[in-house]
């Protein structure tokens, strides 16, 4: 029996082809700004429609801003009402977004005040604001006598969060064909090639504690250990090198580093101390990559010092950030003190930092008189006042602080 032909499966005159494919994209870019508002009983009475302005920050390629009314921003509300607002503070036309502005509980029960477009559906869909210095907000955010009975208001100081979602739309066009690549396994391998010790050709003593290691890697990855390995000065008398004031586990973890290019967290360095902070621990890992040249790996640090300071943890981390080259932790370090001057004139660190760093006091008053122009000036005024209470151990408010015995 005859078989049938094939069924041809294309046409004379048509190729066919696999269909393209594209997906459009919309969603938000979120971002948030803290904006703390000292000294609230002096800001009454400013008048209406008058407001002080939060520091701008960048959500979704535009400016922003936090506009907080004391006095309120009608005059037809007589006052009776604090006014909140955000605005777009950079060039932009029909900037659709959407909002959330937060007036924080300080009492640390939690209760909130939120409003907020992202937890509920919008019936119009979200804000737009027009152009430069368009705002949403609440003209009677909160009854001024209200607010200044509750637990929002402490010390005099109001804390308020606002986050931004710019609406951004784009349109995927998806590859038929394309592999996705692996992700980098470099720093995986070489770590591996630490923790196994295969083919170590160098073993360090630190603390009483050993580590073995690759010449060419930690000469490849830090000047120092180029010079101390490599250079015509290399130690030849011994295999094993002695590492002094460093703890083990910091060296084990720069180490780490060097082989995967990962700052290690807070529990492989957990050897230092059952008790020590991840701040103590950053910094003794800041002080190992500056001694060994290990520039990115202390800028990493300085990162997560930046993330911790504190009134109580400032006046270190600025002598030490002096001490050990970190410029940018530095300039943190000063703006949060003179930010927070009389709280931290009156921590233990202060006396360490005054009695070991002297000169940062001078730089501490150039950030102070920064801060705030009016403080600032000259020798015979209220600058000159200032410096004498950094220097002789009273706080800004001309209190005596406890001195070392």
């Not at 659709?96 to 502005?101: K, M, N, Q, T, Y």
């Not at 606002?162 to 470099?186: A, F, H, L, N, R």
């Not at 295969?198 to 580590?211: I, V």
Request: aromatic share 10%.
């Amino acid at each position: 029996m005859a078989r049938a032909p094939a069924v041809a499966l294309q046409q004379e005159g048509v190729v066919s082809s696999t269909p393209s494919r594209s997906r459009s994209v919309t969603e938000t870019k979120n971002g948030s700004h803290h904006f703390t508002i000292n000294g609230y009983s002096l800001a009454k009475g400013m008048g209406v429609g008058k407001y002080i302005a939060s520091n701008t920050f960048t959500v979704g390629g535009y400016q922003w801003a936090i506009y907080f009314y004391p006095d309120g921003k009608n005059a037809e509300d007589n006052s009776l009402y604090v006014s909140v607002f955000i605005a777009l503070a950079s060039d932009g036309t029909d900037v659709r977004a959407l909002f959330e502005l937060t007036l924080v509980d300080q009492s640390g029960k939690g209760k909130h005040k939120v409003h907020s477009h992202f937890d509920r559906s919008l019936e119009g869909g979200p804000y737009t604001l027009k152009y430069r210095g368009s705002m949403w907000g609440y003209k009677r955010f909160f009854r001024r006598e209200a607010l200044e009975m509750s637990d929002y208001l402490n010390n005099d100081s109001l804390d308020i969060t606002c986050t931004v979602g710019v609406v951004m739309s784009w349109t995927q066009v998806t590859k038929i064909y394309s592999i996705q690549p692996p992700e980098q396994d470099i720093g995986k391998h070489f770590g591996a090639l630490f923790e196994s010790g295969e083919g170590a050709d160098l073993t360090f003593d630190a603390d009483g504690e050993t580590f073995k290691a690759h010449k060419l890697v930690l000469a490849a990855r830090s000047p120092v250990f180029k010079a101390q390995l490599m250079g015509p000065l290399r130690e030849r008398t011994s295999d094993v090198l002695r590492v002094e004031d460093i703890l083990a586990p910091v060296f084990k973890a720069m180490l780490q580093f060097m082989y995967t290019d990962a700052l290690p967290d807070t529990a492989e360095l957990s050897g230092v101390s059952s008790s020590s902070s991840p701040t103590l621990l950053y910094q003794h890992l800041l002080a190992a990559a500056d001694r060994y040249g290990l520039d990115r790996l202390r800028l990493l640090c300085e990162a997560k010092l930046c993330e911790t300071v504190s009134v109580d943890t400032v006046a270190t981390t600025l002598a030490l950030a002096e001490l050990h080259h970190a410029s940018q932790l530095k300039g943190v370090c000063l703006k949060y003190a003179a930010d927070n001057l009389s709280a931290v004139m009156q921590s233990e660190g202060y006396d360490y930092l005054r009695e070991s760093c002297p000169v940062l006091l001078f730089d501490l008053l150039k950030t102070v008189a920064g801060v705030g122009k009016d403080l600032f000036v000259g020798s015979g005024g209220k600058g000159g006042y200032i410096w004498g209470q950094l220097s002789d151990g009273g706080d800004v408010n001309g209190r005596r602080v406890r001195q070392k015995t």
